[in-house]
């Protein structure tokens, strides 16, 4: 797949500028996975398409899920087929789309019963048949002691067995970015920190999108024939951007995630651990930490910036300590965390985790199509029928797609796609290559940005400089930031550390130690003057304080029952 040349707060510079000229076929609203996906396919097919993202990239649920590509065994026990298989045939295209971006990865389930063993061994085993999963990834039932040798840190107490199945592990933030960057390769347009504030109509259809640069605070119409809302948690808003006459029709779901040190908790497997009101989650490990969630709960707060609640950890954090033999763990052992929302369609007397996960596109009436709920896993297939269904609507006002279009979605790799099956194997043989370039750091570069880690390594390996590390602890070099600014438009401190390097979450120091180095870096190429990079630096330690802020409730407090809607 080819990359963009640079895409950078210049490209993003011009783009807005032929934003303000040019008519559109299509602008989609919103860059999480949800829009990224739309603007991918829309290009694919030959569309002059746009995205604007009011924030940055991911930055709203797309960078704040379990990480999981789920082969659809959830839906199964929701009796849903279509969604089963729909789930199973989307990981295995991510598989050859993206390698590195759908990692499998074992899941193990205790069980404490014999009637729980059997009915593990009945669900893996519909599973397997009706997903079509591969021979060597098909379900293993494993008895009390092969359980313990596979994951020793579980207690023993009571163990009857497992089931072991395969699930794909993803970075659902560098799984938008490699989106928009694959889009923009294509010739779309995508620009973050662009917020759509209203729109303007001629004749009941909506003619123009009026959308504000954030950066610049300048304000302009973007014209196109179709706008397509994929606003996640703010698909209402916009929605009720084209006036009277739209409802509300969200049911927002929050979920969160707690991280601790990988030292604290060495697992070296998933494990699914069955919470006291019955309910499933993970324990994953990933480098140097583990993270555990998460939780299903109604949600009414800002849409910014979620804030994990104290009862809402101490919840995933009971449930780990029913399951690890390890020192209980107790707040002071979290390092990190997130929260996000689901962004579901309400369902008249349906609890949350009863409302279907499945999506659905609304058409307003003047033309706005929106779509609500949906799976990251399933993102592709979902932009595929919202731009199926936004080119039967072009071809009404006379715009035709060209015959031959630019690749097909299920087909055409993603940016950094290009490593092969075995991602393992392309870092071993990028180390035999360059020798002199650290292990760790073509490790971290591979599982990071897949293949486009190759020329960041050729540019380590010819300018020395380049591999400098900006923190002597972690294999995080110059040319990692020098990258984010030049082709992945961070144009924040924050753009950088949370979404395109992930530091925020893997790193248990949430990049701390990396960012002012970093800073001084994006100083010199996005021209800012001293007093932005003290602000910076001000602003990321805020917000790191502010993804801990429930730990200051203290560890001490009386558990409180989380309300999980079932
Ligand atoms: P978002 O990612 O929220 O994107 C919408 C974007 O629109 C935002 O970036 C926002 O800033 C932008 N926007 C809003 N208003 C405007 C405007 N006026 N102008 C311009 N831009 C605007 N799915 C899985 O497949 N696997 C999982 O493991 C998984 N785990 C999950 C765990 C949790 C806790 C949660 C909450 C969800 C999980 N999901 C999972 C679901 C998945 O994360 C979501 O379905 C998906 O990320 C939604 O993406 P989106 O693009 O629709 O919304």
Not at 16 to 25: G, I, K, N, R, S
Not at 26 to 34: A, C, D, S
Not at 91 to 113: C, G
Request: hydrophobic share 40%; glycine share 8%.
């Amino acid at each position: 797949m080819p990359r963009p040349a640079e895409f950078s707060f210049r490209t993003r510079k011009n783009y807005l500028a032929q934003l303000a000229q040019e008519e559109l076929d299509i602008l989609v609203i919103g860059g999480g996975i949800t829009g990224a996906g739309i603007v991918r396919d829309a290009a694919l097919r030959g569309f002059k398409v746009a995205l604007v993202e009011r924030r940055d990239f991911a930055i709203g649920t797309s960078s704040r899920s379990s990480k999981l590509i789920h082969g659809g065994l959830r839906y199964l026990q929701q009796g849903d087929v279509g969604l089963v298989m729909e789930a199973a045939n989307e990981r295995r295209v991510l598989r050859q789309l993206a390698p590195h971006l759908a990692r499998p990865i074992k899941m193990i389930v205790p069980v404490h019963s014999r009637t729980g063993y059997a009915t593990i061994r009945a669900g893996l085993w519909t599973f397997d048949r009706m997903a079509r999963v591969e021979k060597d990834e098909r379900k293993e039932m494993l008895d009390g002691p092969e359980t313990l040798k596979l994951e020793p840190l579980l207690k023993p107490q009571g163990i009857y067995g497992s089931g072991v199945y395969y699930e794909c592990l993803t970075d659902d933030a560098r799984l938008v970015i490699a989106n928009i960057k694959s889009a923009a390769a294509l010739g779309a347009i995508t620009v973050n920190y662009a917020n759509v504030t209203s729109f303007l109509s001629d004749a009941g259809r909506l003619t123009a999108a009026v959308v504000k640069d954030t950066v610049s605070g300048a304000a302009f119409p973007v014209r196109a024939k179709l706008f397509i809302n994929a606003a996640g948690p703010w698909v209402d808003a916009v929605r009720l951007l084209q006036g009277e006459g739209e409802t509300p029709k969200l049911h927002l779901a929050k979920g969160i995630h707690l991280i601790v040190r990988h030292d604290r908790l060495p697992l070296t497997h998933t494990v699914v651990m069955t919470t006291s009101d019955k309910r499933s989650i993970f324990a994953i490990p990933r480098g140097e930490v583990v993270y555990l969630g998460t939780t299903d709960t109604d949600y009414k707060g800002p849409f910014d910036d979620p804030m994990v609640e104290e009862e809402e950890a101490r919840y995933l954090i009971e449930t780990a300590n029913r399951y690890f033999a390890v020192d209980p763990l107790t707040f002071a052992d979290i390092v990190g965390a997130w929260a996000g929302l689901r962004p579901l369609l309400h369902e008249e007397g349906k609890k949350t985790s009863e409302i279907s996960r499945k999506d659905e596109i609304m058409v307003g009436s003047m033309g706005l199509i929106s779509i609500a709920g949906g799976k990251l896993t399933t993102y592709r297939k979902m932009a595929e029928r919202i731009v199926g269904m936004a080119a039967l609507q072009l071809a009404e006002q006379g715009v035709t797609m060209p015959l031959q279009p630019k690749g097909k979605s299920e087909a055409a790799t993603l940016v950094g796609g290009d490593t092969g099956d075995d991602v393992e194997q392309f870092a071993a043989d990028l180390k035999e290559r360059w020798p002199r370039v650290a292990a760790e750091v073509v490790e971290r570069l591979v599982a990071t940005y897949g293949s486009d880690a190759e020329r960041l390594i050729e540019d380590i390996a010819a300018d020395p400089e380049l591999g400098e590390r900006c923190s002597p602890e972690l294999p995080v070099t110059r040319a990692e930031v020098e990258f984010a600014v030049r082709e992945e438009m961070a144009m924040t401190l924050e753009d950088f550390l949370e979404r395109r390097s992930r530091l925020l979450l893997w790193d248990p120091n949430n990049g701390i130690t990396v960012a002012p180095a970093a800073a001084k870096l994006m100083k010199t190429m996005l021209g800012w003057e001293e007093r932005r990079v003290e602000l910076e630096l001000a602003r990321y330690r805020r917000h790191v304080d502010d993804t801990k802020a429930f730990l200051n409730g203290g560890i001490d407090a009386l558990p409180k029952k989380v309300a999980h809607a079932g």
